[in-house]
RNA sequence: GCCCCCAUCAUCUAGCGGCCUAGGAUGCCAGAUUCUCAGUCUGGACACGGGGGUUCGAGUCCCCCUGGGGGUACCA
């Protein structure tokens, strides 16, 4: 990412080639990156590379008061760790304060805006409206239109100097050769007011694009101060990295609602998606997100990898849960990765799941106590188990497997008998992934350990 | 209030007049695999908001209603 120091622009631009696909984000960078703005970045970053054309970050930060100290950073890291970049960029608003000015005042010589003296708020400049109906053609939504006399003449200049944001919009826009504006829906009637700036600087507006909204987990309008965790839906990129989603399942999913295809695939890759995408498909209609898919296909994700790789996925998440990366047998632990690829579908379920593996001491559930070792003859056989896994000479899965076959044959009992009571007993619950290679990879002395001290507190 | 946009299973969507007794995916239910859970595989239930037209024929085109969304600032 670069951030030149001077980004102003040439203003004149009339001998580039305007058949150029550039489009472009401009967020304000007033907080994290939030759900929305990713998601109108990844729509203008998909269409520019499946065009082959340039993506452009534009700062819009007019407004002083709004601004947050970091909220840059945090936006680009963001969409960094989606896999999108820019070409060009950051272009800064505030830096554009003589560009803007000067066509106002130019405007204002000819005849095409006025200042308007408002006693109490000071002197604006407010552009004069055409007559008629206004038509234009959205790539999206298609043929629409609007009766111009409905809106008051825009406000360009605000009377403490600074222009308003539509007429900055289209001064940026062309300036930077804008060739698709490619936006959330809640910009739709901006284009009328837009239009109309273009129109009295005689220039050639972009295409439009405009892709609905996305709504909430729960149907409601996405809000940044609603918690969705409960749906496994949050309103930050950063807040669902740190839940475990894979940045791959985010474009994927994301990009899955609003568009399609047209065939049948729902896991797709950024470059599959990147070759096939078109404007034309994108949907005309509200959606709302679901956590639960979003979830299925973070999993599908997880499995695809190899279990080194998953592991140095795993790394930042078993740090942050207090571990100490470093005192774990490497190759070890990317057999227990192994183990649990097929039950995680997010990375931080990982800690949690694997706990008696990374933990020392363990937890015994009492419900699991009582339904499997504190009934029938449950206590005998795990003692039975201990002993002849005691004088294995290998500690390994066939031999775990043929002690329990062994003391189940030998009790006539089903296999589950001598399983879950020895689940239980190493590692706390009855829930895990296969006993042999649980019980195996755990260790001997690990195992033993905690068998015994099973039966002795049952 | 006024203006604009939208409308297929619970959810995301396919469908651009006959291929639709409406397809796929998630979720849900059942079965298979099995030492538990998960995963995987197989099967099942679930939708064209309502009413008028146009047409030989409408989920697909037109109108109305209803519903949802967005916008109506010297915010962006």
Redesign the pocket.
């Known amino acids: 990412m670069i951030f030149s120091p001077d980004s102003r622009l040439p203003y004149n631009n009339k001998d580039d080639n305007m058949t150029e696909v550039r489009v472009r984000i401009a967020p ?1 960078p007033t907080g994290i990156c939030h759900i929305g703005v990713a998601r109108a970045a990844m729509y203008n970053w998909i269409f520019a590379r499946h065009c082959g054309g340039k993506m452009i970050l534009r700062i ?1 930060d ?2 002083a008061k ?1 601004n947050i100290e970091g909220a840059l950073e945090s936006i680009v890291d963001g969409l960094a760790w989606l896999g999108i970049d820019f070409d060009e960029g950051p272009y800064y608003q505030s830096q554009r304060l003589d560009r803007y000015n000067e066509i106002i005042d130019d405007l204002i010589k000819q005849d095409k805006a006025y200042i ?1 003296n ?1 006693p109490e ?4 400049v407010r552009l004069r409206m055409p007559e008629g109906r206004m038509e234009y053609t959205d790539i999206i ?2 043929d ?4 111009m006399g ?1 809106l ?1 003449d825009l ?1 360009i200049r ?3 100097g ?1 222009p ?3 007429f900055a919009v289209v001064i940026d826009d062309h300036d930077m050769r804008i060739s698709h504006v490619i936006r959330g ?6 284009v009328s007011k837009q239009m109309a700036v273009y129109r009295a600087l005689g220039w050639e507006p972009p295409q439009w694009a405009h892709f609905p ?1 996305l ?1 909430g987990p729960d ?3 996405l809000s940044k101060r609603r918690d969705y965790s409960q749906f496994h839906i949050y309103s930050s990129i950063e807040d669902f990295r740190k839940a475990g989603y894979l940045p791959q399942t985010l474009v994927n999913f994301l990009m ?3 568009w ?1 295809p ?1 065939d ?1 695939s ?1 896991i797709m890759g950024i470059d599959e998606i990147v070759k096939c995408f078109t404007l034309e ?1 994108v ?6 997100m ?1 956590g ?2 979003l979830v ?1 296909m973070n ?2 994700y997880i ?1 695809s990898y190899k279990p080194e790789d998953l592991l140095e996925l795993l790394l930042p998440f078993i740090a942050a849960a207090g571990y100490d990366v470093e005192k774990f047998d490497r190759k070890w632990l990317v057999e227990v990765v192994a183990l649990y690829q ?2 995680i579908s997010l990375l931080a379920e990982f800690c949690e799941k694997a706990k008696y593996f990374l933990d020392d001491e363990i937890e015994y559930s009492e419900k699991a106590l009582n339904k499997h070792l504190r009934k029938g003859d449950a206590r005998e056989i795990l003692a039975e188990t201990l002993e002849a896994m005691e004088v294995l000479e290998n500690f390994d899965e066939e031999s775990i497997e043929r002690v329990l076959r062994e003391v189940a044959a030998k009790h006539e009992v ?3 008998k001598v ?2 009571p020895l ?1 239980v007993a190493v590692t706390g619950d ?7 290679e649980t019980v195996a990879l755990m260790g001997r002395a690990r195992a033993l350990k905690r068998i015994k001290n099973a039966l002795n507190i049952i």
């Open positions: 304000s819009e007019t407004d709004r308007d408002d708020k000071g002197d604006c939504l298609g629409s239109g609007w009766d409905l008051d406000v605000k009377s403490d600074w308003t944001y539509n829906l809640e910009h739709f009637s901006n909204l709504m149907g409601k309008k899955l609602i609003g399609s047209g049948d729902e498909r949907v005309k209609t509200n959606s709302q679901n639960e898919k299925w999993g599908k499995r097929d039950s089903g296999f589950g399983a879950q689940r009855a829930v895990s992934p296969g006993i042999y």
